[in-house]
């Protein structure tokens, strides 16, 4: 049941993981990029998990990274978007692993086509990041609270405008 009363079948998402390792792989041969592999706290619990970082070779690409958690995966592109493939893996939800593969390869090419930006927004009640990826299929955007020292560490990371991430180089 992996602690929730509703999913019966949860080892239906391992395929995101197949689905990972070969887009992993393929993103590595075709473009250029340090690959590097750790094992990472991950979560409430701090549990290790499988972590994977393909960095572009140039500074102007963000990063991709994945987290490979119990059935399924965590997305991370750049510095603040972050994502759970899938979001639940109740019955009620029934996330279809197909889609969420699509989705996952969606994402990834949208980012490596230079469709991601990130920004710092300062407001009365603090600082907020705000990320936008778009790409064929996808135009979505997400925004979070920073803390003074996250806030202060982007500014400087040159994040107070809007970054336009730059797209992948690929390999001759």
């Known amino acids: 049941m992996d602690g929730y009363q509703h999913a019966t079948d949860s080892d239906r998402f391992k395929v995101l993981h197949d689905a ?7 993103l590595s041969e075709r473009c250029l990029v340090e690959r590097r592999e750790t094992k990472e706290p991950f979560g ?11 960095i572009p070779r140039s500074p102007a690409g963000a990063p991709l ?29 029934a996330e279809d692993p197909r889609g969420l593969v699509e989705r996952l390869r969606a994402h990834a090419a949208a980012l490596i086509e230079g469709g991601l930006w990130e920004r710092v927004r300062r407001g009365v009640g603090g600082s907020w990041f705000e ?12 925004e979070g609270p920073l803390s003074a020292a996250g806030a202060r560490d982007a500014r400087r990371g040159g994040f107070a405008a ?10 001759a």
Do not use: K, N
């Open 44 to 54: 409430l619990d701090d549990a290790l998990v499988r972590t994977v970082r393909l």
């Open 131 to 142: 990320t936008r990826l778009i790409g064929t299929g996808v135009s979505e955007g997400h």
């Open 65 to 93: 990274a994945i987290h490979f958690t119990g059935p399924g995966l965590i997305l991370r592109l750049g510095r603040w978007w972050e994502e759970s493939l899938p979001t639940c893996t109740c019955d009620t939800c």
């Open 162 to 171: 809007a970054v336009q991430w730059a797209p992948w180089q690929v390999r």
């Open 20 to 26: 990972a390792e070969i887009l992993l792989d393929e």
